[in-house]
């Protein structure tokens, strides 16, 4: 249990800094003098550094051990934030976003992957859970900060004293990690995979089927991202909500999805994977036409719950299906893809969103997220019903 408290302790912090930027942009880009767009080109360096570490997370964590690699990420995380909280200018915010990125990469594809393995799907959900809990939290901070006349600074400052405390506790587990990953059925597969060849980075695309699976990871963080990117700018401009109080609300998104991952990981011991990744969706588009439509306020806030409700089981229960759809001595190269796709969506959608909301209308966001949100219900509805015939990814 102690080992596993440290992995939702790592999830936790994963998810402190994901929402710091888009909720603290709407005061940040003033203090630099640069188009609100901007952000998009931030978001770009941590989602490349992300795709990268991502891709080649499965032959690093081969090599050094999952227990390394989360202690080496978790203090990438932490100088990177630090930076953030100092920068002078915005192309010291672009410098710092490289090893945000790659530090974010390697341990998410890691842990998912082990928990895929290793434990139930309720698991799974909590995991991502803990991440909507420090996503939740940043947003919280920054609103809580400079409402008390502290900088935006100060929030990225304090989530990186977080963060280095977190890599001191790791750097402790470390021979806990060591005795989990070398026992029992771990030291067999490590073995195995040592006699085996090297899979190839984009090996898993090579399985019939599997662009579903990867287009779901690539829309989902469209959707997410975007939420978190914008959500407080959307507010601003269309909603005039008071860029103090944004940030507050956007917690909201993220307490959906908190809120909804703590009780699909009670549900998914009643339903399927499959299951609860339909509701999601159905959830999701229900919040994003209620964002659209022309109504006070407080109805946009009920929206941004809802649509935190909508993709708080998608993207755990997915996670969790990896070793089904690709196979367990497939799953490792195909969680770093699957990672590397998301990031992908990260990487292109917001900044691609926010130019066309900063040049035509931040009223577009919730059309855009929406066509995403069907597009993503079409790929799992695909793959669901492909898993109703008996098949996985690799025999489709």
Partial sequence: MVFLALIYLAFISLGLPDSLLGSSWPLMYG??????????????????????????SHRVIRRFGTGRVTVVSVTFTAIALLGFSLSPSFMWLLACAIPLGIGAGAVDSGLNEFVAEHYEAKHMNWLHCSWGIGAMLGPILISA????????????KSISVIQFILVALLLFSLQMWRKFENSGLEAQEVE?????????????????????????????TSVENSMMLWGASYLV???????????????????GITAGRALSGFISMKLSNEALIRIGSILLIAGLIIMLLPLPASFTMIGFIIVGLGLAPVFPCMLHQTPVYFKKE??????????????????????????????????????????????MFACTARLTMRAKKGFSVQEL
């Avoid at 006699?195 to 579903?212: D, E, N, Y």
């Avoid at 944004?246 to 993220?254: E, K, R, T």
């Fill in 31 to 56: 203090d630099y003098g640069v188009p609100v767009g901007n952000a998009g080109f931030i978001s770009i360096i941590i989602s490349t550094g992300t795709i990268i570490s991502s891709l080649f």
């Fill in 145 to 156: 900060l400079t409402q008390s006349s502290f900088s935006w600074r100060s929030g990225y």
């Fill in 192 to 220: 195995k995979q040592a006699k085996s060849k090297t899979q190839g980075v984009f090996a898993p695309l090579r399985a019939k089927g599997a662009i579903f699976a990867m287009l779901t990871f690539f829309l989902y």
């Fill in 237 to 255: 401009n269309i909603k005039d909500i008071r860029p103090e109080s944004a940030a507050g609300w956007v917690s909201l998104f993220f307490l």
């Fill in 330 to 375: 497939n799953a490792q190269a195909a969680m770093g893809l699957q990672m590397a796709f998301a990031y992908c969506g990260t990487t292109l959608m917001p900044p691609l969103f926010g130019q066309i909301f900063a040049h035509v209308s931040f009223s577009l966001m919730p059309y855009l997220l929406l066509i995403s949100g069907i597009g």
